[in-house]
């Protein structure tokens, strides 16, 4: 299978510790430039496994793979003269518009963790890889292709602005909103600053907020998130957040 040697550099990635070495990020990059023709599944193949590893790993040790991909979207091998070498995916440039990888992300982001068969090792990986994409988000810029953000309003609009479906656990989806607050808290505030929107619809408010003209972060969504923390005394990561959001805004 073409995408095996780049699976392997993966899964060494995985097993290198907590920081991959150059020579990983390195190697992969000379793997897939050397496969052009069949790069884009080669990406799908590797983004899918990145993030298989991201849910099976805990947030205090996700430094090496999260450290791999910073370091692979910041490779530009260099040509003759001053210029810097070119390779083109379907979705953009190597590396730095990380080609399919958003497109992975949002494949998988199909779920709701409320949901009443899930099991807490389903909640666990869950969270796990939301850690992953928040730490991506939090040193990202808007339109970066490591700005999850949006995934980020999703799940507090999860938590705090649907009416949990009988028989669900709101709990978890507060949890996972934690997650997020956690780990790309401080650009998440900034984005509020800012009253960054979102086009279309996929940034409105939950329905219990109908009423309300949110296109995406605003002061007012961000206090009912709080709010919605406050309430959850019963969900310990609640009042972490409650914290954190509380220092954010000093």
Not at 63 to 87: A, N, P, R, T
Request: proline residues 5%.
């Amino acid at each position: 299978m073409s995408s095996d040697g780049a699976l392997a550099i993966l899964d060494a990635v995985k097993t290198s510790g907590e920081r991959p070495t150059s020579h990983h990020v390195q190697s992969f990059h000379e793997y897939v430039t050397s496969h052009l023709d069949e790069v884009n599944d080669i990406l799908w193949e590797s983004w899918n496994r990145i993030f298989d590893i991201a849910e099976q790993t805990t947030p205090e040790k996700q430094d090496g793979l999260y450290e791999f991909l910073v370091s692979l979207k910041d490779i530009k091998e260099k040509s003759e003269g001053d210029g810097v070498k070119i390779y083109e995916a379907e979705g953009g440039k190597l590396w730095e518009d990380m080609p399919a990888f958003p497109w992975v992300a949002r494949d998988l982001w199909n779920f709701d963790v409320r949901e009443p068969d899930m099991t807490a090792e389903d909640l666990a990986r869950i969270d796990n890889k939301s850690a992953f994409l928040a730490r991506l988000t939090a040193t990202s810029t808007p339109d970066d292709p490591f700005d999850f953000s949006l995934y980020a309003l999703w799940a507090l609009r999860c938590a705090f602005e649907e009416d949990c479906p009988p028989g669900h656990c709101n709990d978890a989806a507060i949890r996972n909103a934690a997650v997020w607050i956690k780990y790309s808290g401080k650009a998440l505030r900034k984005f509020v600053v800012e009253n960054r929107e979102f086009e279309g619809r996929v940034a409105i408010p939950g329905p219990k907020f109908s009423d309300k003209s949110w296109k995406g972060f605003t002061q007012e969504r961000w206090n009912v998130w709080k709010a919605g923390f406050q309430e959850a005394a019963a969900v310990p990561e609640a009042k972490d957040a409650v914290e954190i959001m509380n220092g954010l805004e000093a």
